[in-house]
Structures are given as C-alpha cells and as structure tokens.
C-alpha cells in the first residue's frame, strides 16, 4: 500500500534563504507527483507536476525534482518570501489513478 | 472567472441532522471529487464521479452521499451515519480521473462542526 511521508512536519526560516521540502513514497510505480500549496482555512493551489518519465519541473523560485528508484521529491525554494508561508502538500498518482497525500509541512518565513 | 465554488464556508450540525455541501464548477471539468481533511493527517478521499449520473466511493464514503445530475455540480451530503463530521471539506475538480497529466483544481473548502 502506497504511503506518503512529509519530513519535517513544521519549518521555520528567515526570509531570503533557499529551503527544501521533502516528500517520500514506498511505491515507485506512479504515474505523477504534485505539490500543492494551502493557505490556512483555503483550498488547495497546484503548484508543480512531475511525471513519473520526468526528472524536474521548475516554474518561477519553485523547483520540484523526483527520484523515483529512492522513492523522494524534494520542492526546492529560492530566495523564500514572507509571502511563501504557507502549508505544502505533496500526492502521488498511484498505478490505479488515486492520489495518495502527504500530510504535508507548515512553512513560516520570518520577516 | 472559471473556478470551483464550495458553500457555505461554515456549516454546524446539530445530532442526527443531515446536512448538505455545496459545489459547482464551471471548468468543464467531467471529474470531480470531496475530500475530507483532519489536522496532521493527508487528505482522505471520500467519492469521486468520472461523468454525470456516475460516482465511485473513495476510501472513506461510510455515512456519506453524493450525486451527479449535472456535469457542473457534485453536491456531498453528510448524513446522521457519520458519528465524526467535525472536518475541514475539499472539493476538487479535473479533465478526466485517468488523466494522469492533468492537475487538480480545489474549491476553497467548507468547514463542517458538530453542536
């Protein structure tokens, strides 16, 4: 059964330092992975999508990159802002089509 | 603006009350879906509908409904049947369930508490 871990479960960083979220998953056969991101009380925002053939996707400060064989992604953000606070969750599309989801980390960028 | 539209925000419900959460796309999306979101926990999903008239139970539809009449509208009803409604609701739509390239969009959430 597919399992998705988020390590650590909080972060806190000043602004302007570079930082890395982890992802890690048991089943290396799916199809892609997401991350979202959630402001408290809100819906969820895609922010990046990885296919399972694809190694990184990048789009603005954001880089997500995924070893499927070790079963891990990482989010990478550059330069973080006050404005990067936020919840991060990551989902793996599993070989039946359901997504299975982190619980997710709690980012807080110190002004 | 194309989006999804999830109401209310707040909903209470009183003991052996049913209640009804709302949620409407204008996507044209023929996917669509609720979660349910604990604190510390990864989102659980609840049903699912490919096409109208069709819907598929998630991991945890126990003392939940839904319907699909229209393509643009995936009401989840939460019945007297579920003993622990307090959660945070999640309604998210896509182009198709085996897209597997395609993204996920959300509604901006319903919280449901018990009084």
């Known amino acids: 059964k597919q399992e998705v871990t988020q390590i650590p479960a909080a972060l806190s960083v000043p602004e302007g330092e570079n930082l890395v979220l982890n992802c890690s998953f048991t089943d290396s056969a799916i199809y892609n992975l997401q991350w979202f991101r959630q402001d408290p009380g809100k819906g969820l925002t895609s922010l990046l999508l990885i296919q399972s053939s694809q190694r990184e996707q990048t789009s603005g400060r954001l880089n997500a990159s995924l070893d499927k064989s070790s079963g891990r992604s990482t989010l990478y953000i550059a330069a973080s802002q006050p404005g990067d606070s936020a919840t991060y969750l990551c989902?793996?599309?599993?070989?039946?089509?359901?997504?299975?989801w982190g619980a997710g980390t709690k980012l807080i960028i110190k002004p | 603006d194309g989006g999804i539209t999830q109401s209310p925000k707040y909903l209470f419900r009183k003991e052996g009350q049913n209640v009804t959460l709302s949620c409407e796309q204008n996507l044209n999306h023929d996917a669509m879906y609720w979660y349910r979101q604990d604190p510390g926990q990864g989102l659980r999903l609840i049903y699912y509908?490919?096409?109208?008239?069709?819907?598929q139970k998630g991991d945890i539809a126990e003392g939940y409904s839904v319907s699909r009449e229209k393509k643009e509208s995936f009401p989840l009803t939460v019945t007297s049947a579920q003993k622990n409604p307090t959660a945070f609701y999640l309604c998210?739509?896509?182009?198709?369930?085996?897209?597997?390239?395609?993204?996920?969009?959300f509604g901006s959430g319903t919280q449901l508490s018990v009084l």
């Open positions: 989902a793996v599309c599993d070989s039946n089509y359901q997504l299975i």
């Open positions: 998210a739509s896509s182009i198709a369930v085996t897209a597997n390239n395609e993204k996920l969009f």
């Open positions: 509908s490919q096409i109208v008239n069709d819907f």
